[in-house]
């Protein structure tokens, strides 16, 4: 855990709640000693008041009795409530660090981890973490203390009683254990199930369309009998472990208890000890067992959240974007929109090694130049946008904006630079005017209700119940044409002097279309507009095409030129021509 994320947060919580420490060592230690005393009363109630048969003086001992059983009762309740606190603090200071790191790191890192697994790291192993804290090792440290005290206490007793207790501990301990981890097995096993049937009924009714159209009704109903079929034997087998577990833990402490009784008794005489000692001893073996029980169950915890620990410390230990050099703000890198130059210097990329995706890249655009990436699918023009935005380092060469190399200009300044559309419009959590804003306040209304107008949705906006303080409750507010238009609307209501249009018309109809492209014909007076496009002849008119091909630019110029000379971007218009004809 040397310097690891997990190690940092304990630390700052624990600096920070000092008091709390203090109150939960205090608990632990009431929970332990407390723990011990009530069976010394009970000794002393039953020599020196019930054997004696002197009553008068009972009732202080009985007093004290309840009194110290309530005390116990109370140092737990705190013991319980400060772990709780603790673990929340703990929990949510590893997550807060977990999300700034996530915010550093690599963009790589999304290429080969699914979103399943990045969740996973943020719920599942830190909630293991919180286990290890509030049920692991303070509580094992406490069981730990409980038995060695009554230990101790039954030795005082008798040494005899005191062996018994030492032989029996182990046994019960691995007995616990036998049976814990094949219930354990079991649960997770169980756990996949119904996993594995939830996903197979949200699976059924999300294709139930198809499962009817190809009539597959018996197949999915096969297969799910086949998963409660599994899913019933492994509740079977939980509720097996569990059935035995329970009488053989009582036989166990009944054999005991027996034992002591008998080898006391006045006839065998074979401990010796008095009636009072007798009946100490039954109620410290019968608390016993709760402790052995726990430590099986807090090794468990303890076993996953080290698992836990190791993924966490795995995923801080993951590569990060190298610290943007330059401070400058978006308007130090572009004084002027009509001045923006940005140039592509032998950009070559490779997501991995060995397989380069684009090669010695050079481009160099005007300002306000529209210029098209066109090309076979998995060509790397999606990669070479992202690589513009500053998303992905090249591997070797360099993208600068006005002689400012991107990879290096800080995130927050982006927005101010870039406007990226693609056919998704991602909707947040919030109002028609904040879809726009994403929630940042530098952003003016006056500047939303231009982009709004810009994007030809102002009538659209204005005749909903709140125009633009309308809630988004759910996606269907919007058309798949009226997302895009307001995606629009989105990147370009910072004014940034460069877009970059990722294929935004590919699912439109002809008429939705046509209302973009008259909003991009628009935009195109102002900006320096960069358009990845499959169907050439639909799009915005283009200064210039670059037609990319096995990773490296295979031809570019304008698109009366290309015709010309390109047959293969003849033979695409034509084709097109022909499918639309
Ligand atoms: N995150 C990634 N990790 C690894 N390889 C990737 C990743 N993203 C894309 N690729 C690969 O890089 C290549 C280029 O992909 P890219 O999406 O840039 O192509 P494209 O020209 O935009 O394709 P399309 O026209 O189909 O959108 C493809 O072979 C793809 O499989």
């Known amino acids: 855990m040397k310097n690891s994320l997990i190690k940092r947060s304990i630390t700052k919580v624990i600096k920070k709640s000092i008091g709390l420490c203090i109150v939960l060592a205090f608990a632990i230690c009431g929970v332990v000693v407390t723990s011990l005393i009530p069976p010394q009363i009970l000794k002393y109630i039953i020599d020196n008041n019930l054997v004696p048969k002197k009553s008068d003086h009972l009732l202080m001992p009985a007093a004290l009795y309840i009194g110290v059983i309530a005390f116990t009762g109370i140092f737990d309740f705190v013991k319980e409530a400060v772990l709780t606190i603790m673990g929340q603090k703990i929990t ?15 963009a790589m890192f999304f290429s080969t981890n699914s979103s399943g697994t990045v969740v996973s790291r943020f719920i599942n192993d830190v909630d293991a973490i919180n286990s290890l804290f509030t049920s692991g090792i303070i509580g094992m440290m406490v069981d730990c203390f409980k038995l060695i005290g009554i230990v101790i206490s039954i030795w005082i007793f008798s040494s ?5 207790t030492l032989l029996l501990l182990p046994a019960a301990y691995g007995m616990t254990r036998f049976f814990q981890k094949r219930m354990l097995k079991a649960q997770i096993e169980n756990r996949i199930l119904v996993g594995r049937l939830n996903n197979h009924i949200s699976e ?5 369309q198809m499962i009817k159209a190809y009539s597959k009704e018996s197949y999915m109903e096969e297969k799910y009998k086949k998963c409660l079929l599994d ?5 079977e087998k939980v509720n097996f472990y569990d059935s035995v577990y329970s009488p053989f833990i009582q036989v166990t402490r009944t054999v005991v208890i027996a034992l002591i009784v008998v080898l006391s008794s006045k006839q065998l005489d074979f401990l010796g000890i008095s009636l009072g000692m007798v009946a100490a001893s039954i109620e410290l073996i019968s608390n016993l067992f709760a402790p052995i029980e726990n430590l099986g169950m807090e090794l468990q915890n303890i076993q996953q959240a080290i698992s836990g620990i190791k993924r ?10 190298s610290p943007k050099k330059y401070e400058k703000r978006a308007e130090t890198i572009i004084q ?6 940005l140039s592509l210097h032998n950009v070559t990329f490779q997501y991995e090694e060995g397989t380069e995706i684009l090669k010695d890249i050079n481009l160099s655009l005007k300002p306000k130049e529209r210029i098209t990436f066109v090309g076979r699918t998995g060509v790397g023009k999606t990669t070479l946008f992202k690589l513009i935005l500053g998303i992905l380092e090249p591997t070797k060469g360099m993208i600068t904006i006005n002689g400012v190399d991107v990879y290096e200009i800080p995130n927050s300044q982006k927005r101010s630079i870039f406007g990226y559309v693609d056919q998704s419009f991602p909707l947040i959590k919030g109002t028609v005017a904040e879809q726009i804003s994403l929630k940042d306040e530098s952003i003016t209304r006056e500047q939303i209700e231009r982009a709004i107008d810009f994007a030809g949705l102002k009538a659209y906006v204005e005749a909903l119940d709140n125009g633009l303080d309308t809630h988004v409750v759910s996606d269907t507010l919007f058309s798949q044409g009226q997302k895009q238009l307001f995606a629009i609307a989105r990147a370009v209501v910072t004014s940034p002097p460069i877009l970059l249009l990722d294929e935004i018309t590919a699912n439109l109809d002809s008429i939705t279309e046509e209302k973009i492209v008259s909003v991009l014909e628009k935009a195109s007076e102002m900006y320096t507009i960069l358009s990845i496009s499959h169907r050439l002849s639909t799009m915005i008119a283009s200064d210039t095409v670059v037609i990319l091909e096995h990773g490296r630019v295979k031809n570019a110029g304008s698109p009366e030129v290309l015709l010309e000379s390109d047959a293969w971007y003849r033979s695409h218009i034509a084709l097109e021509k022909l499918t639309w004809s």
């Open 92 to 106: 949510k200071e590893i997550r807060m660090e977990m999300m700034e790191k996530l915010e550093r790191i690599h």
């Open 160 to 164: 005899r009683i005191g062996m018994i």
């Open 204 to 208: 059924s009714l999300k294709n139930i």
């Open 231 to 235: 899913n019933y034997k492994t509740v």
């Open 312 to 321: 966490i410390n795995d995923f801080n230990s993951e590569p990060e974007d």
């Open 336 to 341: 002027n929109r009509e001045e923006v130059h």
